[in-house]
């Protein structure tokens, strides 16, 4: 089982990712350490063809509910801090 913990503490449990979203999270996990830019991170993490949006995903929670993007939307906005741009 996969946990992330957010920025403010709270860990998010990763349990119902299939192998094709667990290798997504990894390289966007990578992605964030290596502190890419954050535009790229975003187009990468974020865009609408993402793995977090998926059909399957959009079937088993609301946006808000998902947490593969919870902890996508808290790796990007420390990047966006870290580079000046939120």
Known sequence: ?????LRD???IELT?????????????LEK?????RWVEFNH?????TS???SPRRRQMYPDRDNPLLVVLKDMSVQLGKEQGFI
């Open 1 to 5: 089982m996969i946990t992330h913990t």
């Open 9 to 11: 503490g709270t860990t």
């Open 16 to 28: 119902d990712l299939n192998p094709e979203e667990e290798a997504f999270y990894w390289q966007v």
């Open 32 to 36: 964030f350490q290596r502190k890419d």
């Open 44 to 48: 990468f993490a974020l865009s609408m």
């Open 51 to 53: 793995l977090a949006y």
